[in-house]
């Protein structure tokens, strides 16, 4: 592999000598650092202006049984202004599993470092609060390594329920005249969208502090990974952001489609490109409509899912199912589209744009939302970006950040649309956000859709990738024996490691991808957007009251799938 | 935590919105709403489920079906590639010898959990002998875990070779023309079978299958 020039290499010189080592990589700078140096190299990195590697994407761990540093800590860090990628991989040995903390670097850090420890073992040094974070408490072992079963089942007993430790300021009573309390929010609430339990501690009405537990979907996407074939990952793909799956898709299929070196041809390209902006319309459909439902605004819901509705019937004739399509496959898509796709797309830019224009008129000047968002769960872009925040939550906090202008993939860097950002960082400005983005979307599939469906195949002619046509593997014994060989072992994907990413509808939805060149992924990692957006939520709700954190929690689209993978 | 974030750009009411006047904007757009709705005028977009139904695509991944030979035995000749390719490993299946010598192998055990299967259609696109397709039959409802193993015999009752509920499958017959082929071929192979076999003995599988796009010819052809 080529070593890739590195960029940043001015920086190199700045650290001491070998404290961190550019070594190959597939896709993107990466330095070895030690793990003595690592906190350095990451306070220059992260700290420091002129590096400005403002933005921790995802810590990613990664078990090598064979090696004699047993374990692997993979950073990967973004450059904002620069446009910038930075992979920073740490070795960790299995007798002394403890690596610094760089939660005072970024604060992105915190969740992400808490996820490495439950699934590896692997302690920070210097962390508030390592506990387990996607599986329970009572959880033994360590699920992403190499050596755990993965067939083994775990019982849940009622006593094992996890209760934070009592604060020091518990018995303070303050100055006014209500007695602190510890409420429970969710797990079973119709506010908490998916399944997330706050602990909250209240002074009246008012949140003081709370405590975010997740985990009660986590079902270890990737360990399943590491036991399927790299075709058969893709229906688990959807299931990560449900609300537009087929993104998901199309982010898996690319990073596969890196390794392996193959493109998809340009009518998948096309369709993918559109459908992903038909997915994104959707999903803030349903982050608006819940949002609003949570403030007590029901009849926008229901314009919301309108358009929702017939998206889901655009993608069920193209693929088969509303929800979770599975219409990606490495190198292009399942089946061919549908006869009167053009139409049915067009049919959908006519009904989608009257009504948001009623959704608006309903709710943009609205007293009674402007009371209830503006203002509430405020966040300046910096500290968003320290936090790891992507996607409409941060460009509604000033930040113009969207991989589909500033790493474009498919057809986005042919189209001409705009990143919107809004100033606020508030609830309010992540409606909005969101309703102007609709728009944008709505304009990026009305320009596919003039240049008319590209000619040629669905997926790529290369039998080691894609399954041969079924009349053809039928009357060819060359073809039927690469369908036997395809589905018995698998895409033969050649050993490797890639980071690839999409624009997600919440954020940079990002795969991490190793592959040791057997059929199946050594290690999948997802950088979900979401994950680091929740890790902020107790500190957004602080402070405000518990309708506040309702309605925070819907205009931050959380989606469990995705979040606890 | 001492630093929670406040800073944001302050929102000024103009003097209608603190009067609360836009909302009489939105008030505008729900009784329009509601005049059309009741007037008839509306798109009516309620569907009285389970009397009506959603009209879904050919392509639908509902409830699986196993299709049968015209003589009315199963097409499924125990591969295990629909196995295999599940990502779900909802598939079990034990296979028998076949006293057919054409045929070799056939399932003696062959169920899916329905609990288990995400509907990913990975099966019906492994299956090297059209074996396994799906309908769209997708209100799936069980008293007990037990119900949800469609066993064999479920999976190829006769009554899931409804035309119009027809799923995803191999080769969309996107046209008319050749939809109404598969109907002829594919759909109603009982109704085949039964004919045969009022008019002579079974004919040989391999030579009945139905023509379609030299199908019958390759399965000759074909090493089983």
Redesign the interface.
Known sequence: MPLIETAPAPLLEKLPADSAVPVEGLDQPTWLVRRESLKEVAKMLGADASAGFDLLLDVCGVDYPGRAERFEVVYHLYSIGRHERLRLKVAVPEEDPVLPSLIDVWKAANWFEREVYDMFGLRFEGHPNLRRILTHEAFEGHPLRKDYDPARRWILTEDKIYRPEPRPDDEESGDDMFEPMTINIGPSHPAMHGTFRIVARLDGEVITASEVEIGYLHRCFEKMAETHTWQQVIPFTDRLNYCSAFINNVGYCRTVEKLLGVEAPPKAVWASTILSEFSRIMDHCVCNGATLVDAGALTNFWYFFQPREEIYGLLEACSGARLTVSYCRIGGLAADLPPDFEAHCRRLLEMIPPFMDDIEKLVDKNRIWLDRSVGVAAISGEQAVNWGWTGPCLRASGVANDVRRDHPYDLYDTVDWNVVVLPGGDVYDRYRIRMLEIRESLKIIRQLLDRGIPEGPYIVDDPHVALPPKDVAYNQMEAMIYHFKLIMDGIQVPAGEIYSMVEGANGELGFYAISDGSGKPYRLKVRPPCFPIMSTFSHLIQGGSVSDAVVSLGGLNIIAGELER | ?T???????P?R??L???L?L??L??L???LK?FLRNLLGRGPG?TIQYPEERRN??H???GHHILTSRPDGSLRCVACF?CA??C??ECIHIESGEHPDLNIEKYPVVYDIDMLRC?????CV??C?E?AII?STNYDMAYFSRDQSIATKEELSKPYTYDTSRL??R???P?EEAQRAAIREGVVDLIGEARRRQGSAAPAKATKAAPAR???AK??E??PS
């Open positions: 935590m630093e929670h974030p406040k800073e944001t750009r929102y009411y103009s209608a919105e603190r609360y836009p909302l904007s939105g505008a757009v729900t709403h977009y879904y695509s392509r639908f991944r590639l295999t390719a990502p779900a995400v509907f990913c259609g990975y696109d492994a090297p059209d799906m799923g995803y191999p080769h969309y996107e796009r030299g199908r390759s399965t052809g074909q």
